[in-house]
């Protein structure tokens, strides 16, 4: 009962802002501010792009928005409220599906949850993720004779004989960049 009071919250300010707008603006705006809010918080177009669609300069919005914040909040109140919707599915997903709740605290939390950033909620391995990201990187971009291998799960440093490894520092260098 009170997550609906909260989004009924959310709905009824994003009215009020409409409300606002129309007493303010005429109809033909009203229109066009109704089309963008439209393409960007249905469609989920980013704000340039929904200009397009509805025949408003890009520019033109930009400074009207600077110049009214009224128009900037419904703009960004729209941009959220895509974001919200997507969100709110996704989040509701995610309680009864391992993998989507695995992902979503990856992509949320990256610092506790994504072993590739941060540091996967162990102190101190910062420099071992960063070594394990250019391993595999360096695994995945290699030549036919790579500088490091994976066998069974394990990295493995390739031996080289002193003429292979003249070349070494300038091949990593190469696919780091």
């Not at 996704?90 to 540091?119: C, H, I």
């Not at 101190?124 to 070594?131: K, T, V």
């Not at 394990?154 to 190469?174: F, L, P, Y």
Request: overall charge negative; proline content about 2%; some cysteine.
């Amino acid at each position: 009962m009170v997550h609906e009071q909260i989004e009924d919250d959310f709905d009824i300010r994003a009215g009020a802002l409409e409300s606002e707008i129309a007493e303010k603006y005429n109809e033909d705006w009203v229109k066009i501010f109704k089309r963008l809010a439209y393409e960007i918080s249905v469609i989920g177009l980013p704000i340039k792009e929904a200009c397009m669609i509805v025949g408003v300069e890009h520019e033109k919005l930009i400074m009207l928005m600077k110049s009214d914040p009224l128009i900037g909040r419904l703009i960004q109140t729209k941009d959220i409220e895509y974001k919200r919707t997507l969100l709110k599915a996704v989040s509701t997903k995610a309680k009864n599906d391992d993998k989507m709740s695995q992902w979503l605290l990856q992509a949320r939390y990256p610092d506790e949850f994504n072993s590739r950033k941060g540091n996967s909620g162990g102190e101190g391995s910062g420099g071992d993720d960063l070594l394990g990201i250019a391993i595999e990187f360096i695994q995945k971009s290699g030549d036919s004779s790579p500088l490091v291998t994976e066998r069974a799960g394990k990295v493995t440093m390739v031996k080289r004989t002193a003429d292979e490894n003249k070349g070494m520092m300038e091949r990593i260098s190469k696919l780091l960049t």
